[in-house]
């Protein structure tokens, strides 16, 4: 008799399957993912110290360089009638004549032991890439002292 109560015991299991540690498997693959994907660096990660609500009272000694960015994605150095083109491919990401007079800049300012600063004008028409592409040109050659400004000389 206590034959068939083992027999019929076994008849009434029902196959299961045990998934916790599925989960467990899971978690540990979606951890490995996180932790082995490379970040790539962000333009907004750009190490820029941007001015302070209040201006300060003592003027650099070197004077900044101005940048102006028209709504045609021309970029000009230095403003009023000393006002320059240096880039006039806007369909271009890469600035050398730009790149090649910020590098000429920093060396005068590195010269005097100044920190180099940066003014930059953007026209409210122009393309953010555009505007973009100048302040990546900036973090290249390590400026890091950059005011958006709404200032400007002449027409």
Known sequence: MSRKKKAEDLEEDEPGLDISSLIDVCFLLLIYFLVTTTIQPREQD???????????????????????VDKAGD??????????????????????????????????????????????WADGEAEQQRIVDVLNCLAGLEISKVTFTDLIDGP
């Open 75 to 120: 970029v000009f150095i230095n403003s009023g009638a000393a006002e320059e083109l240096v880039e006039s491919d806007a369909a271009s990401r890469r600035l050398p004549e730009l790149t090649s007079r910020l590098d000429g800049y920093v060396a005068t300012a590195k010269a005097g032991a100044q920190e180099p600063i940066v003014q930059i």
């Open 46 to 68: 750009l190490r820029m110290t941007l001015p302070a609500a209040a201006p300060s009272d003592t003027p650099p000694v070197l004077a900044p360089m101005f940048i102006k």
